[in-house]
């Protein structure tokens, strides 16, 4: 079970001392928005972590704004929520009064009861009697009925995305891996699940028909990437260097995905400003296109907005 934590940055102590020893022991991942910081927004990330949380804890001690509005996505997300705060509970929005808020105190003779309360929260939830009672789903439940309806409609898309690679990947080896409608069928559908092995399948099969196109060893790189094998990525690099003497602003695309994929945004921000003036040189002008995409993209997560 994944718990995000919404609370201020001011009591990190009750979140590292108490909250996250706790619910690990209970055999859950918990995590609060500054948890994994890298150069993404922060903004995205607590997003993205509201989103993916099973259940959200929100401390709205101090009443500070940052929690409620996080607290109000996980209302907007349908998350089953669990407040808490030091505050009297009288000190409580109205628009909130009437749902339960936890008020624990960090008093020695008092933190127990807080760890067994957070504890029967989390039984709650994976007994399944816990749910999203919240101002969206009391006050608008049409709202409620088409996320849920929304998200049976993703549930019933994967699946058939994966009936989709089954059958592909058996016509496929009954034809003997040749027929290139397949092929490509299986590659679109397979980036789509983030599904490595028919990715890899894909992609050998691009590289050994058209060892020049880049598409080949963006699937290898991407399906070695997922599948953690670097020393195959590594090869898909060393090849793509190979190709250098047959097609140079290929190739140098090719290498730059590798390098990006590697995790050296540098050097492939480098390999593909190379790969745009040979493809400006030789008049590769489909190939231009999207190399000033990749730069583009590449140099915004850089912060270099002006590459």
């Not at 718990?3 to 619910?23: A, S, W």
């Not at 918990?30 to 997003?47: K, S």
Request: glycine letters at 4%; one cysteine or more.
């Amino acid at each position: 079970m994944f718990v995000f934590v919404v609370m201020p940055f001011k009591i990190l102590k009750v979140y590292e001392e108490i909250i996250k020893p706790t619910l690990e022991a209970e055999g859950c991942t918990v995590e609060r928005g500054d948890t994994h910081v890298t150069q993404q927004n922060i903004v995205r990330r607590i997003l993205e972590q509201i989103q993916k949380a099973d259940l959200v804890i929100a401390d709205i001690t101090g009443k500070n704004p940052n929690v409620f509005y996080e607290l109000a996505l996980a209302h907007a997300f349908l998350k089953p929520t669990f407040v808490i705060t030091t505050d009297n509970l009288d000190r409580i929005p109205f628009d909130l009064k009437s749902y339960d808020t936890y008020r624990y105190s960090l008093d020695f003779d008092k933190v127990d009861e807080f760890k067994n309360r957070l504890r029967q929260h989390v039984k709650t939830f994976s007994e399944g009697k816990l749910t999203a009672a919240n101002p969206v789903t009391d006050f608008l439940p049409e709202y409620k009925a088409k996320v849920s309806e929304e998200n049976d409609n993703d549930e019933r898309y994967k699946g058939t995305l994966e009936t989709i690679v089954d059958l592909a990947q058996t016509a496929l080896s009954v034809s003997g891996y040749n027929d290139w409608f397949l092929h490509d069928l299986l590659g679109t559908v397979a980036l789509a699940l983030e599904d490595q092995m028919s990715i890899i399948i894909y992609g050998r099969a691009m590289v050994h028909k058209f060892p020049s196109d880049y598409r080949g060893y963006y699937y290898l790189a991407k399906g070695y990437t997922l599948d953690n094998d670097w020393v195959n990525l590594r090869r898909v690099m060393e090849i793509a260097i190979k190709q250098v003497k047959l097609n140079k602003e290929n190739a140098i695309f090719n290498l730059g995905v590798a390098q990006e994929q590697l995790g050296q945004p540098d050097l492939a921000l480098k390999s593909y400003m190379t790969a745009l003036d040979l493809a400006k040189e030789v008049g590769n002008y489909p190939l231009r296109d999207i190399v000033q995409s990749e730069i583009s993209r590449l140099g915004n997560i850089l912060g270099m907005n002006d590459t």
